[in-house]
């Protein structure tokens, strides 16, 4: 568990961060937006023992970051993906940090492979990388001694769409299998695909909190099927509106769980299923921060 309580960060008479205050529970990504400025990159330094802060508290499983006694066994952090040596290759990278955190070098082959840098790429020195390529690496790295939390600022930063839907995926298992992911990312439709809580900044203060059902709403359910007449039937059947959307979707008002079980018990194979929230995450982002951005160097 990530707890922050009444964290704040002075520079003169400016509030980088003031009194920002929430927790993220095992089993869960939570997604941290807010416009830059906001205060983001700086509570996350402040979380990593990176930034003191001016006032309160931040822990990991109840202790201060610097308090862990091997880190990376326990917090895998991606703030700055371009913090490598230049001059060492992505494998020498992952093997040196490999040997400090006492983890096995047969790590550093799997994830290498998990975040799919070849043979030839880990043989390139790191001055040499694309932005995309230190990403992977950096994830690799957050991932090397096998946490249990993951920090990550902007991962998906320089990442083509395959890579985006990959690192998705990659942060979607992670927590499945109990972990707690904090990701902070200005690209808000990917943080609404994978996220299920939101902590929304701005101004250096907490403008919005809680579970994405609380925070998104629902206005019913699309659902999208090989036979979609069949399913219209179903539903009308279970006395379920449905409506037709130009993409050949459906749309149902009722909840996903509603309408999967329909098109199981009528042995309908489904090919998506997901709410449909009124304007998303992005409206959402809009409404909160409308008034309370900082300033650039804040972030």
Request: charge should be neutral; hydrophobic fraction near 40%; aromatic fraction near 4%.
């Amino acid at each position: 568990m990530i707890s922050v309580e009444h964290l704040t960060k002075r520079y003169g008479r400016h509030n980088a961060v003031d009194d920002v205050s929430f927790r993220c529970e095992p089993g869960t990504v939570t997604g941290f937006l807010g416009p830059n400025g906001a205060g983001k990159s700086t509570t996350m330094r402040m979380i990593c023992g990176l930034t003191p802060p001016t006032a309160g508290t931040a822990t990991v499983d109840d202790r201060p970051y610097r308090q862990l006694a091997n880190p990376g066994r326990e917090v895998g952090v991606l703030l700055d993906a371009s913090a490598q040596h230049p001059g060492r290759t992505g494998r020498e990278t992952l093997t040196l940090s490999a040997r400090l955190m006492g983890v096995s070098p047969t790590r550093v082959d799997e994830l290498l492979d998990l975040v799919g840098l070849d043979a030839a790429a880990t043989r390139r020195r790191f001055g040499g990388y694309s932005l995309g390529m230190r990403q992977r690496l950096g994830l690799a790295h957050a991932l090397l001694g096998d946490p249990h939390v993951l920090i990550l600022d902007e991962p998906a930063n320089g990442l083509d769409p395959e890579g985006i839907f990959w690192m998705r995926g990659v942060l979607r298992d992670f927590a499945d299998r109990g972990g707690t992911v904090l990701l902070s990312s200005h690209l808000l439709r990917e943080v609404e695909a994978v996220a299920d809580h939101f902590v929304v900044i701005g101004g250096g203060r907490i403008v919005g909190a809680g579970p994405r059902e609380d925070l998104l709403g629902s206005s019913g359910t699309r659902v999208r099927t090989l036979d979609p007449q069949r399913l219209t039937a179903a539903l009308l059947a279970a006395d379920v509106a449905v409506s037709r959307t130009t993409d050949g979707a459906l749309t149902v008002p009722a909840d996903a769980e509603t309408v999967g079980r329909v098109a199981a018990a009528a042995g309908i194979v489904l090919l998506e299923l997901r709410p449909v929230t009124d304007g998303g995450l992005e409206r959402l982002f809009l409404s909160l921060t409308a008034s309370g951005s900082g300033q650039e160097t804040s972030r």
